[in-house]
T-cell receptor, first 112, second 115 residues
Framework: ETGVTQSPTHLIKTRGQQVTLRCSSQSGHNTVSWYQQALGQGPQFIFQYYREEENGRGNFPPRFSGLQFPNYSSELNVNALELDDSALYLC???????????FGDGTRLSIL | SQQGEEDPQALSIQEGENATMNCSYK?????LQWYRQNSGRGLVHLIL?????REKHSGRLRVTLDTSKKSSSLLITASRAADTASYFCATYNFQTQGGSEKLVFGKGTKLTVNP
């Protein structure tokens, strides 16, 4: 059973740039959620995708957008990067909307 | 916004001792989950306790839930150095955008188990 994998593991960008983060969900999982985790904080929910449709969104601006593909992998796109976007971005997949979530190891994004 | 708040923020114990972490939450819940996060890694699901359950065990883990006090505790017995990690409680919270529920995490308890 392949777990959740995220790429890249680390990324450095400058303010105003755009970034795409990728996530491969665990085999058999149709739901993917994205979280932002600042240093010393708990993960903050960005949005969730269920069978390729957005299934809820947290308090993040529209410059945070996502996609889920037919194979249930997912992308997180962030436009017009700001310094406060520096964080660990976590992807989690699950076998349903409210099932326990299986996390990848995240992408560490640094904005200079 | 944080739904759960863990207490204490940090805990340092010796190997073999028990570690207890507490979580308080604000709204009614269907279930409460505990996760572990090793430094620089993703979160690992430990245990889920439903609102109609008062206690649940999994190996060296014991979770209690008191819905009248809106609180939960995680007990790790006979701790090991490998238990060193941050521990988070999480509950589903109704959200305004999209009408669905989102999983909301607390700030976590950082546990250090000294050999």
């Amino acid at each position: 059973e392949t777990g959740v994998t995220q790429s890249p593991t680390h990324l450095i960008k400058t303010r105003g740039q755009q970034v795409t983060l990728r996530c491969s969900s665990q085999s058999g999982h149709n739901t993917v959620s994205w979280y932002q985790q600042a240093l010393g904080q708990g993960p903050q929910f960005i949005f969730q995708y269920y069978r390729e449709e957005e299934n809820g969104r947290g308090n993040f601006p529209p410059r945070f957008s996502g996609l889920q593909f037919p194979n249930y992998s997912s992308e997180l796109n962030v436009n017009a990067l700001e310094l406060d976007d520096s964080a660990l971005y976590l992807c989690a997949s699950s076998a349903g909307v409210k099932q326990p979530q299986h996390f990848g190891d995240g992408t560490r994004l640094s904005i200079l | 916004s944080q739904q759960g708040e863990e207490d204490p923020q940090a805990l340092s114990i010796q190997e073999g001792e028990n570690a207890t972490m507490n979580c308080s939450y604000k709204t009614s819940i269907n279930n409460l989950q505990w996760y572990r996060q090793n430094s620089g890694r993703g979160l690992v699901h430990l245990i889920l306790i439903r609102s109609n359950e008062r206690e649940k065990h999994s190996g060296r883990l014991r979770v209690t839930l008191d819905t009248s006090k809106k609180s939960s505790s995680l007990l790790i017995t006979a701790s090991r150095a490998a238990d060193t990690a941050s521990y988070f409680c999480a509950t589903y919270n109704f959200q305004t955008q999209g009408g669905s529920e989102k999983l909301v995490f607390g700030k976590g308890t950082k546990l250090t188990v000294n050999p």
